[in-house]
């Protein structure tokens, strides 16, 4: 085990850094490249031109851990030219496997957890000095990881905070709380002094990050926590909107609810994952709430807020899963009306009680409900999109779309991306536009 922190003082060198996975995910990677860049590292996008690789990587489904193995064959090749190379893997995949590693990919240099991120310079530095293979992945338990302010702001429209890591729910199918250790809040004082720095530096959107943001405060002694956190930002001046990913629906108070409508910077726009619309399958994943508390929470969100976008995730086949719950879950996706939703087959997973479980749902199955459930969503995401027709919507313009050069490209408060004809002298500003056409994912319109 390596205990402290060090630093490395090579001439500038490149790292290739590559990011799967969930939001929290992205904003480690933006943490490992600030800290990279303290060791004289700079960020290149060819593979080829890389002193250092790093896989920051996902354990949440097989398939991302599957696609890590077959990259690390790939990147075989590229040690075998270039000797030097030094290839690390990092994230929930690195914090599962440890060691093991290692064995599967001899060729590996540097495994690092997800609570040593902020060793990253000292390990690098005994992987490049001895040319030995480190792994460090210990888990703290006590405390927030010491992260500091960090600056990952430059150029940035809208900017990732981490507030709380890890999660202490134990969802039956989830590996999170093995990987990523249990919840743990972040000091109000250091958000808010992130919050500032960023918004010092242009950023105008914050998007709170954690598994379980409505449980913030709760280890530190302070329900309703978060409520109180999301007012303190709403007064931090420069900032336009706030966001914030993931909520839990069992964790879902009034006092939340209340902030879309008295907080005026509180985007109207909620993701709050059902996962199953059926109760037996809902007590079988342990989350903590019935389908009718869930239509419950919803109706009063939009009760309190008529403007909501709800999203949501919805995992098929998990085990014992029959069609009569599957088409609970199609009602309620028919009650509720979602204006998106991410669903996934369901996927064993080391550690987690489903992984025991019996009567596993055929792959088949899984993949004819999860097509079934996509067509369904479709028509609702299109019948969404329709309703904002002829509207005028407040976008948060964030840059040049990717599809086309003419166009920029933002977001509504309720999460929905707009693409309209306009310049890069856009970007970072609030517009109104005038929404033309709904599209499945987009809208499109015309600056008013
Ligand atoms: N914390 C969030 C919550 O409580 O819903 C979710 C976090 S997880 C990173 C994102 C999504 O991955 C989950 O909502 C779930 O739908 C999906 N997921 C997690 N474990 C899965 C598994 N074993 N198989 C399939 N999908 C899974
Ligand atoms: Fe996983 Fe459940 Fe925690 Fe979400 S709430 S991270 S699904 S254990």
Redesign the pocket.
Known sequence: MLGEQGTCKNLARRVFIKTY??QMNVYDSERVVQLLQGCNYQVTSELTEADLIILNTCS??EKPEHKLYSILGRLKRLKDKNPTLILGVGGCVAQQEGERLFKKSPHLDLVFGTHTINKLPHLLKVVEEKRAKVCETTMCESGYLDEGVFDASSQKVSSYVSIIRG?S?F?S????PYVRGRERSRPKEEILKEVEHLSQRGVKEVILLG??VNAYGNDLGSNGGFPRLLTSINEIRGIERIRFI?S?PKDLRDDLIRCFKELDKVCEHIHL?V?SGSNRILKLMNRGYTREDYIEKADTLRRVCPEIGITS???VGFPQETQRDFEDTLDLMKRVKFDDL?S??????PM?H?NHFKDKVPSDIKRERLGILQEFQNEYSLEKNKAVVDKIEEVLVEGVSTKDPHCMTGKTRSNKTVNFMGGDSLRGKLLSVKIKNAHLHSLSGELV
């Open positions: 996975g969930c949440i489904r999660c729910n969802c199918f989830c590996v999170v598994q379980n993931t839990h994952p996962q995730d919805v995992i991410f996934f087959q369901y996927s064993d997973r987690t489903a």
